[in-house]
């Protein structure tokens, strides 16, 4: 499985949007789920939404759903993030997952291939 690189991140105000991009490099085409997760400061590693990549069936953490939507763009080998109604509390490293193996879409370890990440940063 190829590294997957995402892109999108900023600073935003509260109440704001972004959206995330990932790529599977390397000509790779998407397969199984693959997820998004973020880190921010002195916090764990937490699992945003998650997607299967065949059929589109979506998956989202409690304190995203309503606001973020994952989706796929199975042509261009591009999952997305559309992050909508930011709030501060979602600042930290955005980072891209691949190679789903088990254990649950919104676990870490579910995922053995992960981007660099992209930072989102939120200020009130």
């Known amino acids: 499985q190829a590294q997957p690189v995402e892109s999108g991140g900023g600073s935003v105000q509260a109440g704001g949007s972004l959206r995330l991009s990932c790529v599977a490099s390397?000509?790779?085409?998407?397969?199984?789920?693959m997820g998004w997760f973020r880190q921010g400061p002195g916090e764990e590693r937490e699992g945003v939404a998650a997607?299967?990549?065949?059929?589109?069936?979506?998956f989202y953490g409690d304190s995203v759903r309503g606001r973020f939507t994952i989706s796929r763009d199975n042509a261009k080998n591009t999952i997305y993030l559309q992050m909508n109604s930011l709030k501060p509390e979602d600042t930290g490293m955005y980072y891209c997952?691949?190679?789903?193996?088990?254990?649950?879409?919104?676990?870490?370890?579910?995922?053995?291939?992960w981007g660099q990440g992209t930072q989102v940063t939120v200020s009130s």
């Open positions: 997952a691949a190679g789903y193996r088990g254990n649950g879409v919104l676990s870490g370890s579910g995922y053995n291939t």
């Open positions: 390397g000509g790779t085409s998407l397969s199984g789920c």
């Open positions: 997607i299967h990549t065949t059929n589109g069936f979506d």
